[in-house]
């Protein structure tokens, strides 16, 4: 029984963290939010609510973390490096080195009514890092931290398209490999 903000919430989630991203049609404008699965989220969606979700406010997040997602292949097949998970935040990495392709994403999501300042050094690597939603761009330097707020209800995706260069990012990477 989500509100439009936890739906939201839900897909910026589903859309970063590692998995494949699944939802039921209806999700993008909250169809029959607040029924059991067999008695709601199934049921005809129709073609008004299809002409209808592209000005939804679910729809419109869901779009653009989606957009996000199939552009970033960190986010789809790279690994997690979680960092902080507290109260209505959360902070992660997806890293994928793989053949021609470096990524490093750093993912952070406010699920809180209030925007979040986010100042994140753990494991940051220099270079020219790019938000994927926005196009804002910032260069850790050797202070080697990255400071943003996030809004409420929001996401960030930082990317830096580079090799790890950071031992212990990697040696925290080579770990996690050497357990799967």
Do not use: C
């Not at 989630?13 to 008695?39: C, D, K, N």
Request: glycine content about 8%; overall charge negative.
């Amino acid at each position: 029984n989500a509100t439009d903000n936890g739906f939201i919430n839900a897909h910026n989630w589903l859309f970063t963290a590692r998995g494949i991203p699944v939802i039921y049609q209806g999700s993008e404008i909250g169809f029959m939010r607040g029924t059991s699965e067999h008695q709601g989220n199934r049921n005809y969606f129709g073609q008004d609510n299809i002409d209808a979700a592209p000005a939804h406010p679910i729809y419109q997040k869901l779009r653009n973390i989606a957009n996000v997602r199939k552009t970033t292949p960190a986010l789809q097949r790279g690994l997690q490096v979680n960092l902080a998970f507290e109260g209505h935040s959360a902070a992660f990495y997806r890293i994928l080195q793989h053949e021609d392709i470096n990524q490093i994403a750093l993912v952070l999501l406010n699920k809180g009514s209030e925007p979040k300042a986010f100042t994140i050094d753990q494991f940051m690597q220099q270079g020219e890092w790019v938000e994927q939603l926005s196009g804002d761009t910032q260069t850790v330097d050797s202070q080697a931290q990255l400071s943003t707020t996030v809004e409420a209800n929001g996401v960030e995706v930082w990317v830096l398209n580079d090799q790890i260069k950071h031992p212990a990012l990697l040696n925290t990477v080579v770990s996690q490999m050497a357990r799967q």
